[in-house]
C-alpha cells in the first residue's frame, strides 16, 4: 500500500525556517517524481514544487522561488522542504504528493502538515 | 502561467441529480487536466486523468469530458458520499489548480 506521510510543521515566526519531510512507503520511491503542494486555511490548491526521481529536475512556484528548496533522499524514501524566510502567507497545510508519471497529475498524497507562520 | 477558472464556485444538489462543473483554461492545454475530489481535512483523490480517464476505483458515474481549453466533469446521479470540494488541475506545463467547486447539499 502507498503511503505519505509528512512532518515537521508547526507555529514559526515570521522571517524563520522549517523543514518538513515526507516519508514514503509501499512504491519503489527512487522511480517517481514528487511533489509538495499547499493549501491556506479555507483556500484552494496550490503547487509549491516538484522534483525528478534522480532529482535532475526541479522546479518552483514563483511565489516560493528563492525561498524554498525541495530535495530528496532516494535511499532513505524521503522528500524534503527546507523553506526559509517565511511569511504569513505561507501559512497552509502542505502535502507531498506523487507524480503518476513524471509531468502528470498527482496520484497519491499525504495527509498534510500544517505549517503557521505568525509573531 | 496558465490559469485555471472553474463555476460554479458553489453548486447545491439533492441525491440522485446529475452535476456538471466546468474548468477552463486561459491557453489550450490539450487533454492534459485532471479533476480531483477533497473532502474536509482530507487529502485530495485524483478522480479523473487525461481529461476523460477514469482513475482505478473511481466510481463510473463520474466522468470527464473537453479538450483544448473547455473541460466538464459530470456525477451523472449524486451520492450522500460525492459531497466535496471538487479541483481541476491542468499539467501541460507545471501545474495549476482551479479554485474549486463546493458540491453542497441542497
Known amino acids: 500500500e502507498v503511503q505519505l506521510v509528512e512532518s515537521g510543521g508547526g507555529l514559526v515566526k515570521p522571517g524563520g525556517s522549517l523543514r518538513l519531510s515526507c516519508a514514503a512507503s509501499g512504491f519503489t520511491f527512487s522511480s517517481y517524481s514528487m511533489n509538495w503542494v499547499r493549501q491556506a486555511p479555507g483556500k484552494g490548491l496550490e503547487w509549491v514544487s516538484s522534483i525528478s526521481s534522480s532529482s535532475s529536475y526541479i522546479y518552483y512556484a514563483d511565489s516560493v522561488k528563492g525561498r524554498f528548496t525541495i530535495s530528496r533522499d532516494n535511499a532513505k524514501n524521503s522528500l524534503y522542504l527546507q523553506m526559509n524566510s517565511l511569511r504569513a502567507e505561507d501559512t497552509a497545510v502542505y502535502y507531498c504528493?506523487?507524480?503518476?508519471?513524471?509531468?502528470?497529475?498527482?496520484?497519491?498524497w499525504g495527509q498534510g502538515t500544517l505549517v503557521t507562520v505568525s509573531s | 502561467d496558465i490559469q485555471m477558472t472553474q463555476s460554479p464556485s458553489t453548486l447545491s444538489a439533492s441525491v440522485g441529480d446529475r452535476v456538471t462543473i466546468t474548468c477552463r483554461a486561459s491557453?489550450?492545454?490539450?487533454?492534459?487536466l485532471a479533476w480531483y475530489q477533497q473532502k474536509p481535512g482530507k487529502a485530495p483523490k485524483l478522480l479523473i486523468y487525461k481529461a476523460s480517464s477514469l482513475e482505478s476505483g473511481v466510481p463510473s458515474r463520474f466522468s470527464g469530458s473537453g479538450s483544448g481549453t473547455e473541460f466538464t466533469l459530470t456525477i451523472s446521479s449524486l451520492q450522500p458520499d460525492d459531497f466535496a470540494t471538487y479541483y481541476c488541475q491542468q499539467y501541460n506545463s507545471f501545474w495549476t489548480f482551479g479554485q474549486g467547486t463546493k458540491v453542497e447539499i441542497k
Open positions: 491557453q489550450s492545454i490539450s487533454s492534459w
Open positions: 504528493a506523487r507524480d503518476s508519471c513524471s509531468g502528470c497529475p498527482f496520484d497519491y
